[in-house]
């Protein structure tokens, strides 16, 4: 495109812009940023500042820098997104949620989890009247009040909110061909950080083994595996199986009642599998 069309040509900066959503799903976020400023920056001079294309790098941006912990000028970018966006095309569009969406994310960064929380529940109702309740951006924006509700140690009611959002069935059809959609396995993952913090590492131990055969079969070719999250797994599977390692010892060493030898419904059993994710 570069070549063809030019680097200032706008189809050239979407295409640069996309490659920088690219470098956030194998979180490279310096690259990614590099990538969205170099979109937003080329589209101000030849779209102009409140194009929906360069709201749209902007936003990007703003995400970039929000896992780079520039949370101030992360909350700049978003705000400048969400205001350009209602006068553009409405409070109720699509892309305006989805600003309203990056604003409580990043709210929830700076530990703002009541202004975060308050944005998303607003703007669920909207979404799920006019986009309907399996849409991915519904269903992004519960997995992300449920990890708002865990920061702010809520966990019962974000529990409950991910049991529905993970339902395999919600994602027929977005899911990819060559294995789970990848919102799908976010959500997962804060599942299995709901249960770890809630004590249940039985049940977070069995969503890792979810999560593992979908990291193992998404990209195809044995791509998955190769990913940082692969390893950011692995890291969880290893401090969740010496929990479960301590509490047996704690377990076995404690002295037993000869007069009451029955088990506590509520401990962990022994797992179904032989192999944990």
């Not at 990614?32 to 936003?59: I, P, S, V, Y």
């Amino acid at each position: 495109m570069t070549e063809t069309l030019g680097a200032e040509h706008q189809d050239t900066l979407i295409a640069v812009d996309n490659l920088g959503k690219v470098m956030s799903r194998y979180f490279f976020w310096d690259k990614a940023k590099d990538l969205h400023l170099r979109a937003f920056n080329g589209m101000k001079r030849t779209l102009g500042r409140t194009h929906l294309h360069t709201l749209q790098a902007m936003e990007h941006l703003a995400l970039s820098h929000m896992y780079l912990g520039d949370l101030e000028l992360a909350h700049e970018f978003a705000k400048e997104v969400l205001e350009g966006r209602e006068k553009k095309v409405g409070k109720e569009h699509p892309y305006t949620l989805m600003a309203n969406l990056t604003m409580a994310r990043i709210k929830s960064a700076r530990n703002e989890t009541d202004d975060a929380e308050n944005i998303i529940r607003t703007g669920l109702p909207v979404g799920e009247r006019n986009l309907g309740d399996n849409h991915l951006g519904v269903l992004l924006a519960r997995t992300f009040l449920a990890e708002v509700l865990m920061k702010q140690q809520r966990y019962g009611e974000a529990e409950q909110i991910l049991n529905s959002v993970i339902q395999r069935h919600r994602y027929e059809g977005s899911r990819r061909e060559d294995g789970e959609h990848v919102d799908r396995i976010q959500a997962l993952w804060f599942m299995l950080k709901c249960y770890q913090s809630q004590g249940k590492i039985e049940k977070a131990i069995q969503i890792g083994d979810e999560l593992w055969e979908g990291v193992h079969t998404i990209g195809g070719e044995g791509l998955g595996p190769q990913h940082i999250f692969a390893k950011l797994l692995e890291a969880k599977r290893e401090d969740l199986l010496a929990v479960r390692r301590d509490s047996a010892v704690e377990l076995n060493s404690s002295p037993v009642s000869l007069d009451n030898k029955s088990t506590d419904a509520s401990s962990p059993g022994p797992m179904a599998k032989s192999r944990t994710f």
